[in-house]
C-alpha cells in the first residue's frame, strides 16, 4: 500500500512526463496546413531593403522580462540575403547581428540555411504559404553568462508590409520563454523608422 508521500512523489513524475511529451508533440506541426495563407511569403523579396521591428521577450509563464526595437537592412547578392540588424534593448543594451542566409531549391521545395556569428551551425527551414518556420541554436548573453537555447522561429506574413514573429525558446527541451516581434517594412517602416537606437 502506498504512503501519500509515495503517491504524491509518482504523481510529480507523471506530471513531468506529461508536460514533456506535450512540449515534443506541440513542436510537430505539418506545414501544409499553411500552403493557401496569402499574402505568400518570401523571405528575400519581404526583407530586402530597409525593415523596423518592435519586439518583447516573455518567460515560460508569460511574464514581460524585456523589451526591444531593431533596425534591420537586408541586402541580396549572389543568391544570398545579408541582414545586418541593430538592436536596443529598455534596459539601455545595445547589440548587432548579420544574417547570411541562402535560398536552395531542392524538388519544388525552398528551403532557407542561415548563419551568423551568435548561431551554432546553421538555421534551417522552409517556407509554406505566408509561414516561415525555421529552428537554430543561439547564444543568448543572460545575466553576463553566454547559454546556449534553442529557436523554434516562426513568421506570418501579413500583409505586404507587415510580419509576425512568434519564436519558442527551449533548454534541454524544456521551454523557458517566447520572442515576439512585429516587422515593418517599405512605406510602413519609412513613416515611422529608423528608430532611435541611442537611448530608449
Same mark, same amino acid.
Given at each position: 500500500? &502506498?504512503?501519500?508521500?509515495?503517491?504524491?512523489?509518482?504523481?510529480?513524475?507523471?506530471?513531468? @512526463?506529461?508536460?514533456? *511529451?506535450?512540449?515534443?508533440?506541440?513542436?510537430?506541426?505539418?506545414?501544409?496546413?499553411? /500552403?493557401?495563407?496569402? =499574402?505568400?511569403?518570401?523571405? *528575400?523579396?519581404? &526583407?530586402?531593403? /530597409?525593415?523596423?521591428?518592435?519586439?518583447? &521577450? /516573455?518567460?515560460? @509563464?508569460?511574464?514581460?522580462?524585456?523589451? &526591444?526595437?531593431?533596425?534591420?537592412? $537586408?541586402?541580396?547578392?549572389?543568391?544570398?540575403?545579408?541582414?545586418? /540588424?541593430? @538592436?536596443?534593448?529598455?534596459? $539601455?543594451?545595445?547589440?548587432?547581428?548579420?544574417?547570411?542566409?541562402?535560398?536552395?531549391?531542392? +524538388?519544388?521545395?525552398?528551403?532557407?540555411?542561415?548563419?551568423?556569428?551568435?548561431?551554432?551551425? +546553421?538555421? #534551417?527551414?522552409?517556407?509554406?504559404?505566408?509561414?516561415?518556420?525555421?529552428?537554430?541554436?543561439?547564444?543568448?548573453?543572460?545575466?553576463?553568462?553566454?547559454?546556449?537555447?534553442? *529557436?523554434?522561429?516562426?513568421?506570418?506574413?501579413?500583409? %505586404?508590409?507587415?510580419?509576425?514573429?512568434?519564436?519558442?525558446? #527551449?533548454?534541454?527541451?524544456?521551454?523557458?520563454?517566447?520572442?515576439?516581434?512585429? @516587422?515593418?517594412?517599405? %512605406?510602413?517602416?519609412?513613416?515611422?523608422? =529608423?528608430?532611435?537606437?541611442?537611448?530608449?
Amino acid at each position: 500500500m &502506498f504512503s501519500t508521500r509515495d503517491l504524491v512523489s509518482k504523481l510529480k513524475v507523471f506530471l513531468i @512526463f506529461i508536460f514533456i *511529451f506535450s512540449l515534443s508533440a506541440c513542436s510537430k506541426i505539418d506545414m501544409k496546413q499553411f /500552403e493557401n495563407n496569402t =499574402p505568400k511569403l518570401d523571405l *528575400f523579396s519581404f &526583407f530586402e531593403g /530597409e525593415t523596423i521591428a518592435y519586439g518583447i &521577450f /516573455e518567460d515560460r @509563464f508569460g511574464n514581460l522580462k524585456r523589451q &526591444f526595437r531593431v533596425n534591420i537592412s $537586408g541586402k541580396i547578392k549572389n543568391q544570398t540575403l545579408s541582414l545586418d /540588424e541593430d @538592436f536596443l534593448y529598455d534596459d $539601455g543594451e545595445q547589440a548587432n547581428r548579420v544574417w547570411t542566409i541562402k535560398k536552395i531549391t531542392d +524538388k519544388n521545395k525552398v528551403i532557407y540555411k542561415g548563419q551568423a556569428d551568435d548561431i551554432e551551425g +546553421k538555421a #534551417s527551414g522552409s517556407i509554406s504559404g505566408n509561414t516561415l518556420n525555421w529552428s537554430y541554436d543561439i547564444y543568448l548573453n543572460i545575466k553576463g553568462s553566454n547559454i546556449k537555447v534553442h *529557436f523554434n522561429d516562426w513568421i506570418y506574413k501579413q500583409s %505586404e508590409n507587415l510580419a509576425i514573429n512568434r519564436a519558442y525558446v #527551449s533548454k534541454f527541451g524544456i521551454n523557458i520563454g517566447s520572442v515576439t516581434l512585429v @516587422f515593418l517594412r517599405g %512605406e510602413t517602416a519609412a513613416q515611422i523608422g =529608423p528608430l532611435n537606437l541611442k537611448s530608449w
